[in-house]
Nanobody, 113 residues
Framework: QLQASGGGLVQPGGSLRLSCVDSGRMFSINTMGWYRQAPGKQRELVGYIRTGGSTTYADSVLGRFTISRDNAKNTVYLQMNSLKPEDTAVYYC?????????WGQGTLVTVSS
C-alpha cells in the first residue's frame, strides 16, 4: 500500500526527491516516516512528519533532508540535498512508529562519483 519511488544514482553533493504514495488512503490520519537500510546495516529512521506538518529528523540528515506531505494526493515526500556516499541505501516509507504490514519494496538511492 505504500510505494516509494524516485531513487537513482546521484553524485556527492547532489539532490533527489523521493515520493511515497498511499493507495490505501490511511496516511492522512497518521504520522508518516521515512526509513533507510544501507548494505549490511539495519534499517534506520530518517525522519517523520506528523499530521499537522511538524517534522523530526535523525541527526545524520538534519539540515540536509526535508519531509513534506500532500494529504490531497496521499503522498509524502523526502527532499534530499547535499547527498553523501553514506546516504546510499534503500529508502522506505511507513507509518511512524512503523507497522510491519506496510513495508513496501523501497527505492534505491546510490550516491557515488
Amino acid at each position: 500500500q505504500l510505494q516509494a519511488s524516485g531513487g537513482g544514482l546521484v553524485q556527492p553533493g547532489g539532490s533527489l526527491r523521493l515520493s511515497c504514495v498511499d493507495s490505501g488512503r490511511m496516511f492522512s490520519i497518521n504520522t508518516m516516516g521515512w526509513y533507510r537500510q544501507a548494505p549490511g546495516k539495519q534499517r534506520e529512521l530518517v525522519g517523520y512528519i506528523r499530521t499537522g506538518g511538524s517534522t523530526t529528523y535523525a541527526d545524520s540528515v538534519l539540515g540536509r533532508f526535508t519531509i513534506s506531505r500532500d494529504n490531497a494526493k496521499n503522498t509524502v515526500y523526502l527532499q534530499m540535498n547535499s547527498l553523501k556516499p553514506e546516504d546510499t541505501a534503500v529508502y522506505y516509507c511507513n507509518m511512524y512508529p512503523s507497522h510491519p504490514k506496510y513495508w513496501g519494496q523501497g527505492t534505491l538511492v546510490t550516491v557515488s562519483s
